[in-house]
């Protein structure tokens, strides 16, 4: 069965700390998507990525294929940053599955 | 310029009512997607189009029929809405109907049936 597991599922810090959300997924994967969404409610799509690491800015995203886990991180985090996180991935069926989300609260 | 544009943005109606939402992309996209956000803001695919033909459909109520007359447009029409319609529907595009290319949202349609 195909699914994916995100932790936690509410965070909270104060402005400048090391952010880290996890997604752990079931079976083998072709590429897994971090997506954002604020609480105007728009989702953004921040990572692709089926290998390695990726940044971008202050955000980095790694994956470890032989764990099927992947991390976002947010360096030097700020109250902007407060979103909901989400991973999805691709499956190889067509379709993404998406994780319940992580709320990320930073407090000034 | 908005890439991925739904309309409305908010739907409030009555139950046994249809109602439509529209989707367009300006990015050239070939692969568009519905998606239904519930009110524990998960998010699951409902439908999901390639060049104007479907690709997926989830187990979804026929009395969701979406609709592609190009490649640029994916609409969703509902039938006979029930109160658990009621939800934030997504449109979404990508290039690659293969799950690993980037996506790109609508801001969402909020549809609250009474």
């Known amino acids: 069965k195909n699914e994916v597991e995100q932790s936690p599922q509410n965070l909270t810090a104060q402005e400048g700390e090391f952010i880290t959300i996890n997604c752990s997924y079931s079976?083998?994967?072709?590429?897994l998507h971090w997506l954002q969404q604020h609480p105007g409610g728009g989702i953004v799509s921040l990572f692709m990525?089926?290998?390695g690491k990726k940044k971008h800015g202050r955000l980095i995203a790694t994956i470890n294929i032989q764990e099927k886990h992947s991390s976002l991180h947010i360096t030097a985090s700020h109250p902007r940053d407060s979103a909901v996180y989400i991973c999805?991935?691709?499956?190889?069926?067509?379709?993404?599955?998406f994780g319940t989300g992580t709320r990320l609260t930073i407090i000034p | 310029d908005t890439a991925v544009s739904q309309t409305p943005k908010y739907l409030v109606t009555q139950m046994g009512n249809d109602k439509s939402i529209k989707c367009e992309q300006n990015?050239?996209?070939?692969?568009m997607y519905w998606y239904k956000q519930d009110s524990k803001k998960f998010l699951k695919i409902m439908f999901s189009?390639?060049?104007?033909?479907?690709?997926i459909n989830e187990t979804v109520p026929n009395r969701f029929s979406p609709k592609s007359p190009d490649k640029a447009h994916l609409n969703l029409h509902i039938n006979s809405l029930e109160l658990g319609d009621s939800a934030v529907y997504f449109c979404?595009?990508?290039?690659?109907?293969?799950?690993?290319?980037?996506?790109?949202f609508g801001e969402g349609s909020r549809l609250t049936v009474l």
């Open positions: 979404a595009s990508t290039y690659s109907s293969q799950g690993n290319g980037e996506l790109f």
């Open positions: 079976v083998g994967i072709s590429a």
């Open positions: 990525l089926s290998s």
């Open positions: 999805a991935a691709y499956f190889g069926n067509e379709k993404l599955t």
């Open positions: 990015l050239g996209h070939d692969t």
């Open positions: 189009y390639n060049n104007k033909e479907l690709i």
